[in-house]
């Protein structure tokens, strides 16, 4: 008896707890109630700190809850996926990056949805990544100096990196200025940090953010993969400029389900515009060391389709880019 | 120094006593209940931080970071389910005391000891910060690998009589740590195609079923009367407490300084000193034999290493914007939101708050000794509830903490299944802390050390060679012969 009475009190906790859902208010216009907002990666990273000061401007606008829920895992996979299987009734949306999002389509297996299971929203920033280099141990103060030595040197310089983007833009280096580099693999930008710093590797890329960080540590910005100089970090030189012609650039999509009604995605859009052109917006993305950018739905299909074939084309001339 | 005077008027406004005093609570709290823990209670707050002022936002979370590193012994000692991976040694010695009787010694033990620990990390953090943080840059990947051997040697303390059964344990903690995506090769493993497991197993489902729900579960199959321990509880002062710590300074200031160097470094968390420093603290303890039994020096250890870790971990976030574990990872994102970049400019430019976050976690950790002390009568409260609630709220509080790691359904199956696991290890007597110990460190033993194969590669070098000739590598190798040595001379004597 005394079994059985533990027994349901646990099934009548647990259930409280797990069926517990938010009010469901009656009425016309969307939203009428809560709206879940997926976010594939950890907290505290950089796609979900963004995501939550964006989350909390479309609340006030809405009038309604935007929960941030993070599910990361896989590059995005494990909360995309389960994007892509939620109800498309507006009540659930996300956010990914653009090219973790594609090489994970091209790159992985057992990869449950594709490039058209999901309604591309608008995108409100850009981004690029640099290639950093620790001039200490190195002696390197110019990607020409790098790329002198690491012709001379195949595979002997480490290269840090934290991604499957990262390597897409290593072996698109190594490409175009026929050189062999040792990819370090790290779980974060934050240990690509840390091993650069401590002079365990010589090279690193990552986030154009890190330039404020490094700054009088031994360890200087070489180029960036962006097609043309970017903000706050103009006195890098691109790639391009350098006569090697990469470019990449990340920016964050939001995203919702297939099959999402058209007047909703509208709407989503719309607010979204509305909400991130704010000065008040601009300057706390600003202090986030993030440049304000925004796509519509159009414009961010078109780009993504842009980096979509990009992708293909490198895979198609250098299969082996990813391994 | 004027700046010193400027936090203390900011952490004694009376806003940011509030706030540290709401902090330290939860942070209680949340370190507590099974599943739950600072990471999770910090993630919770942290959208409150924004619209506050940077300093008093920093002043709350430090205090949820600090008071939920002590939070799970209260659990760990009581119902014998550590509330934090933190606090799985203290639940080997706290929990049997109090089955003895003695579990207002043992809170006594933990919560001066979590204050004395975590006084002396964040004293550490206030004086050296610009030389430890060039100090714990020097460790990469060929000296996180041998950190990380040298915390698996720890396993030969945890293992008790059997050693077959401790090592099934800590190989089953290995397995499991590599379902998932590798880092390195970017490629998943033992995930059978199934996308939850392509994630990986994440660390609080599986120590909550080991721990707690097991617990519970053998609880429920034990037919046990009414209360939780039917030994009365004896009373113990908090003067003899401190008398005691103080005949036993040389452990106290060794677990202090284990704890506060491995939160330094980045990567490494609370639950990696704790385990580091129980095998050091059985090493070299008089009561090395009642290990595992009551032995005080058993909580003294790991409760002092954990809390010091809390202002180690903040030494490479402050001076070079690195994370030092996984909780001021999320304390990493209060400060860039309102615009300040961890790193080495942090202490320039926004010097107040630094200094508010600091001092800040000083009080915090007063608070939380506070706190504690007089919280322990309540505590062993919990003792008197009978079983039959006991069971229920631990096993659903557990589910739902187990939920909130990763907001996923598979977890909560995960615990259960884990649950079942964990109560077949315990019937059977094989130790469940080698496991969790096995799944912490598995995935960054085998990481660092693929990372060194890379590099040494590139270099031309044997990677034997680049591992062990560098001075901190020798060391460690030291360190780790000195603790293995220890155990073999301890499992040789015969009986445990």
């Known amino acids: 008896m005394k079994k059985f009475v533990i027994t349901i009190l646990t099934v009548l906790m647990v259930s409280t707890m797990v069926f517990a859902q938010g009010k469901v208010e009656t009425g016309a216009q969307y939203p009428t109630k809560g709206i879940q907002f997926i976010v594939p990666y950890a907290a505290g990273g950089g796609t979900d700190s963004l995501m939550r000061l964006l989350a909390k401007a479309m609340e006030e606008e809405l009038g309604q809850s935007v929960t941030i829920v993070n599910k990361a895992g896989g590059l995005g996979q494990v909360g995309l996926t389960e994007l892509s299987r939620a109800k498309n009734d507006g009540y659930t949306i996300g956010a990914l990056s653009n090219l973790d999002h594609i090489l994970v389509l091209f790159t992985s297996d057992n990869v449950s949805y594709d490039y058209d299971s999901l309604e591309y929203l608008g995108a409100i920033n850009t981004t690029a990544n640099i290639m950093y280099a620790n001039s200490k141990n190195t002696g390197f103060t110019s990607a020409e100096e790098m790329f002198a030595y690491a012709k001379q040197n195949p595979g002997r310089l480490t290269v840090s990196i934290s991604g499957k983007t990262h390597l897409a833009e290593v072996a698109l280096l190594e490409q175009a200025a026929g050189i062999k580099l040792t990819p370090v693999m790290q779980g974060s930008g934050n240990d690509s940090l840390k091993a650069i710093l401590g002079g365990h590797v010589d090279l690193a890329v990552m986030d154009k953010n890190f330039v404020a960080q490094v700054q009088g540590q031994g360890v200087v910005p070489l180029a960036t993969f962006s097609d043309a100089r970017i903000t706050p970090v103009t006195e890098v030189p691109t790639f391009t400029e350098l006569g090697y012609s990469i470019a990449t650039e990340t920016y964050r999509v939001m995203v919702a389900p297939k099959g999402t009604p058209a007047e909703i995605c509208a709407t989503l859009t719309a607010t979204i515009k509305k909400v991130s052109s704010t000065d008040e917006f601009i300057e706390k993305m600003r202090n986030m060391s993030e440049n304000y950018r925004f796509l519509d739905a159009e414009q961010v299909k078109a780009r993504l389709d842009n980096d979509y074939r990009a992708v293909q084309k490198l895979l198609e001339e250098v299969p082996g880019a990813f391994n | ?496």
Not at chain 2, 2 to 23: D, E, Q, R
Not at chain 2, 339 to 368: C, Q, R, W
Request: proline share 4%; with cysteine; charged share 10%.
């Open chain 2, 1 to 496: 120094m004027h700046y010193i005077i400027n936090a203390f008027s900011t952490i004694f406004s009376p806003m940011g006593l509030l706030l540290n005093i709401v902090g330290v609570v939860f942070g209680i709290i949340f370190g507590a209940l099974p599943g739950l823990n600072g990471v999770v209670g910090v993630a919770l707050l942290l959208p409150l931080t924004y619209n506050m002022n940077p300093s008093f936002g920093l002043i709350m979370l430090g205090g949820l970071y600090m008071g939920a590193t002590y939070g799970g012994s209260i659990s760990a000692i009581l119902l014998n389910c550590p509330g934090t991976g933190e606090a799985a040694c203290t639940a080997l010695n706290g929990n049997p005391l109090a089955r003895q009787g003695r579990a207002k010694e043992a809170l006594n033990f933990a919560v001066l000891s979590s204050g004395i620990g975590g006084l002396f990390g964040v004293i550490i953090m206030l004086l050296f910060t610009p030389i430890l943080a060039k100090f714990a840059l020097k460790f990469g990947p060929a000296e996180q690998f041998l950190v990380c051997v040298l915390g698996l040697a720890v396993v030969g303390s945890l293992m008790g009589k059997n050693v077959a059964k401790g090592f099934f344990s800590v190989a089953f903690g290995l397995i499991l740590s590599v379902v998932g995506m590798d880092v390195t090769s970017v490629n998943y493993r033992l995930s059978f195609g199934n996308m939850h497991l392509q994630s990986g197993l994440d660390l609080i489902p599986i120590s909550v079923g080991l721990f707690a729900i097991a617990e519970m579960l053998v609880l429920l199959t034990n037919q046990n009367t009414g209360d939780l321990i039917t030994e009365p509880q004896d009373d113990y002062k908090v003067v003899t407490t401190l008398k005691e710590l103080g005949r036993r300074w040389k452990i106290l200031l060794k677990s202090s300084i284990i704890g506060t160097i491995i939160g330094i470094l980045p990567g490494t968390g609370g639950a990696i000193a704790v385990f580091i420093s129980y095998g050091e603290a059985k090493r070299s303890s008089k009561e090395r034999k009642q290990f595992g039994f009551g032995a005080v020096d058993g909580i003294i250890a790991p409760e002092s290493a954990n809390n010091a870790a809390v202002g180690g971990s903040f030494v490479p976030l402050l001076s070079l914007g690195i994370p030092g574990s996984a909780t001021s990872a999320i304390i990493f994102g209060a400060l860039t939101v309102h615009g300040m970049v961890p790193g080495p400019k942090l202490f320039n430019e926004h010097t107040d708050v630094v200094y508010a976050l600091m001092m800040g976690l000083l009080l915090s950790v007063i608070i939380m000794v506070i706190v504690g002390l007089s919280g322990t009568r309540l505590f062993t409260k919990i003792l008197k509830v009978n079983t039959k609630f006991i069971i229920p709220a631990v096993i659903a509080l557990s589910l739902f903490g187990a939920y909130s790691a990763r907001n996923s359904l598979f977890d909560v199956l995960v615990a259960i299944v884990f649950g079942v696991i964990g109560l077949i290890f315990k019937r059977t007597n094989i130790p469940v802390a080698p496991a969790v110990l096995g799944m912490i460190l598995g995935k960054m033993t085998e990481q660092n050390l693929r990372q060194s194969m890379v590099i040494a590669a590139a270099k031309g070098l044997n990677i034997f060679s680049y591992i062990v000739f560098r001075p901190i590598s020798i060391v460690l190798l030291i360190l780790i012969g000195l603790l293995i040595i220890g155990n073999l001379k301890t499992n040789l004597r015969g009986d445990e």
